[in-house]
């Protein structure tokens, strides 16, 4: 790829625009247990390996989340449905109206590690922390998949530059 010079900026600006032009799936992950309930609106997941079934979710370490969530020893992943968007601004702290991290934004259930999912999202997985990694400002949450669900009908939220969508088959 060949580059204007005009175009160079520093490498933290240059990392943060090329990531804003990667479309993302959004989540919510969700804790719940005796080091508290929390929740926050990541876009950072993606699986690990099929066998045994896995994911990872980077968190901010100033997130409350990922400390609970390392305590709790579980959480929970629900992929967004397109119909979700303002859940996602309420976990990402910036509701359009109420207030920021608010659980009664949406309806929940839970399956076996008691972690929050969120009824209606188009992908839910229940995890078991099996590792948790500092790398910069995050923490890597490597889940164990204890159950997962598909709502075959849902079409996912999708983020990029800067704005919410959904997929569409070409």
């Known amino acids: 790829m060949s ?3 005009d175009r160079l900026i520093t490498p933290r600006q240059d990392f943060i625009a090329a990531m804003g032009n990667a ?3 959004v989540t919510v992950v969700a804790t719940e247990g005796p080091a508290g309930r929390f929740a926050q609106t990541v876009s950072a997941m993606c699986s690990v390996t099929a066998d045994p079934p896995s994911l990872l979710v ?3 370490e100033r997130s409350p989340l990922a400390e609970a969530a390392a305590r709790n020893g579980h959480f929970a992943v629900s992929v967004l449905s397109a119909e979700q968007a303002h859940v ?3 976990f990402a702290g910036r509701p359009t109206a109420g207030t920021p991290y608010d659980f009664d934004c ?4 839970t399956l076996g590690t008691g972690s929050p999912l969120l009824r209606g999202a188009a992908a839910v997985f229940d995890c078991r922390l099996g590792d948790a990694v500092v790398s910069g400002t995050h923490r890597v949450l490597f889940g164990a998949v204890t159950a997962a669900a598909v709502s075959p009908d849902a079409r996912p939220l999708v983020h990029h530059a800067r704005t919410y969508g959904t997929h569409r088959p070409l």
């Open 3 to 5: 580059i204007a010079p």
């Open 23 to 25: 479309a993302t799936g």
């Open 58 to 60: 980077c968190v901010n």
């Open 88 to 90: 996602s601004d309420v």
């Open 106 to 109: 949406a309806d929940w259930d």
